[in-house]
């Protein structure tokens, strides 16, 4: 069993910045895959950015050059840097864990972006 907190979200202005948070307990985090999720209303959950056990990331071709992913594993947490936020990039957005077969998620983490 893997428990995911987000935290970060709010309320930020285009162009502006915010960084996510997850973090994750109980099971060993260093050996799991993790990423970001979002959905916005009407719209299909979708892939933000992936960090596998080795460091290699991916990203949504969206989010690529604005979002930077990363994970801490002494500190079991994982991180989404959100720069030059766009009006787009409102959503709920959604820590995920994998090991194997197995799936994690947390309850999200809501993103506003607006003027």
């Known amino acids: 069993q893997v428990q995911l907190v987000e935290s970060g979200g709010g309320l930020v202005q285009p162009g502006g910045s915010l960084r996510l948070s997850c973090a994750a307990s109980?099971?060993?985090?260093?050996?799991?895959?993790m990423g970001w999720y979002r959905q916005a209303p009407g719209k299909q959950r979708e892939l933000v950015a992936v960090?596998?056990?080795?460091?290699?990331?991916n990203y949504a071709d969206s989010v690529k050059g604005r979002f930077t992913i990363s994970r801490d594993n002494t500190k079991n947490t994982v991180y989404l840097q959100m720069n030059n936020l766009k009006p787009e990039d409102t959503a709920v957005y959604y820590c995920?864990?994998?090991?194997?077969?197995?799936?994690?998620w947390g309850r999200g983490t809501q993103v506003t972006v607006s003027s």
């Open positions: 960090i596998t056990t080795g460091g290699t990331t």
């Open positions: 995920n864990s994998r090991l194997a077969s197995v799936i994690y």
């Open positions: 109980g099971s060993r985090f260093s050996i799991n895959v």
